[in-house]
């Protein structure tokens, strides 16, 4: 693939940062700062390029919602015909409220509560991705007292190694609390074949996110072939789907994203003779790099020896760096010759709170509009109100357009559930 011919979305012209046709200095007079600002042509890009390669085989690409879920840019996907991913009841509830259908939507998750899966099965999704015998058993019981059959999907362990970034986000390996252990699906198949109100119709993975290796995916993806062979024999054949998760990796810094032509040719070899439409739950992939973070210098100032730069956003706005050690890449919203090292810190009350450290960077003085790149997938969604700071605004380009996607938060919004006078109840 190749970065090269993926849109960019962000350029520099007439000495300043745009996405698409409209200036970031606009878009910050506009709505003020933080404000994530995401490229719709990026977007589209990504997605039509993976659902490209995936054509020789039935597919669908079902969006992660986790990685960033306004309404405003599932509009979009929605449009492009993707179907969704979603691990609980409230992004359920997002999805059907952005005019997804039950079957273009796959459940998941690690941990459904009772009234989760009831709500998955009244909306008729199309799979419900189970973790464990007990979830199963759960859902005959929830599907009988509904009157329903649930539609299965067993999240199998594939315990394959993975080259995930950081350990945080690693889920496919032996021992972690995701999936069932590879090997106790059969007897969690035999489970759901028998059981009066599930049927079983996919096997699933999710192996890990930021992958750049292939090879993880398609021994994961053998392994599921093997199942799916060792479930025949066992006279269970009622499966449609195989889903092999997301995960695939984009560049931040200097990363080569898996080549997808590649990907998907080592992928139609291994599926394409089952029979099985093949399923993707891609989140990073199709947002990660559509968005970047605008935010202000509040102030430039020296301690110790450094530099630092302090800024309206921080681990607030943005976890990663923070949570994950990762890197954004930062540049000056107007273009400069000047380079600096600098920490950029945010104001919360916290060492922790940084967006980069020692980072060698375009000179910036308080008053100036900082861009944090490839913040489009879990920038937003991992924010907090943490030191009661209200969240900042979404914001979505097309072209030489946009438009607010999340409007700000108001101090109102934050303290809007409280009691001012709590009620107390006698024990
Ligand atoms: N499917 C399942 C079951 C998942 O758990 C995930 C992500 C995805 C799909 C989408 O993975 P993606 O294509 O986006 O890699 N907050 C972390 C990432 C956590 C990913 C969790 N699961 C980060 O900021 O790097």
């Known amino acids: 693939m190749g970065e090269g011919v993926l849109t960019s979305g962000f350029s520099r012209v007439d000495g300043a940062l745009a996405c698409e046709g409209v200036s970031l200095d606009r878009i910050a007079a506009e709505v003020g700062t933080p404000a994530y600002v995401y490229s719709t042509s990026v977007v589209r ?110 999240r199998v362990n594939p315990e394959v190694t993975v080259d995930s970034s950081h350990r945080y986000i690693k889920t496919g390996e032996k021992g972690a609390k995701f999936g069932v252990p590879f090997d106790e699906v059969l007897g969690a198949a035999r489970v759901a074949a028998e059981l009066p109100h599930t049927t079983l119709l996919g096997l699933d993975m999710h192996i890990g996110s930021q992958l750049f290796r292939l090879d993880p995916y398609l021994d994961g993806t053998e392994r599921l072939v093997e199942l799916l062979g060792k479930l025949k024999k066992d006279g269970i054949d009622t499966l449609e789907y195989l889903d092999i998760g997301g995960g695939l990796g984009v560049s931040y810094d200097d990363e080569q994203p898996p080549d997808l032509t590649r990907f998907a040719h080592a992928l139609t070899s291994r599926v394409q003779p089952t029979g099985l439409t093949l399923l993707m739950e891609p989140g990073r992939f199709i947002v990660g790099n559509a968005g970047v ?120 919004d934050l303290v809007h559930l409280e009691h001012e006078d709590p009620q107390w109840r006698d024990a």
Do not use: W
């Open 45 to 154: 890009d990504r997605y039509q390029k993976l659902d490209a390669a995936l054509a020789p085989m039935p597919h669908r690409i079902h969006y992660t919602l986790k990685a960033n879920s306004n309404r405003g840019l599932l509009n979009v996907l929605r449009d492009l015909g993707a179907g969704v991913d979603v691990v609980s009841g409230g992004e359920l509830f997002r999805a059907m409220r952005a005019g997804f259908g039950g079957k273009d939507v796959i459940f998941g998750g690690v941990g459904k509560t009772e009234r989760e899966l009831r709500e998955a099965l009244e909306a008729q999704v199309l799979l419900i991705n189970v973790e464990s015998e007990a979830e199963i058993r759960l859902l005959d019981r929830v599907a009988g007292e509904l009157g329903v059959t649930a539609p299965i999907g067993i």
């Open 293 to 412: 973070l605008l935010t202000r210098v509040l102030y430039r100032k020296r301690s110790g020896g450094r530099q630092f730069l302090i800024t309206d956003a921080g681990m607030t706005e943005l976890l990663r760096p923070s949570h994950y050690d990762a890197y954004h890449r930062i540049e000056a919203v107007h273009d400069t010759d000047k380079q600096m090292t600098a920490d950029v810190v945010g104001p919360v009350c916290e060492s922790g709170d940084f967006l980069a450290l020692d980072r060698e960077m375009d000179d910036a003085n308080a008053g100036d509009l900082l861009a944090v790149y490839d913040v489009g997938a879990y920038g937003y969604v991992m924010a907090s109100n943490y030191n009661t700071r209200p969240r900042g605004v979404e914001v979505l380009v097309d072209g030489d357009r946009f438009a607010v996607a999340t409007a700000r938060e108001r101090y109102e």
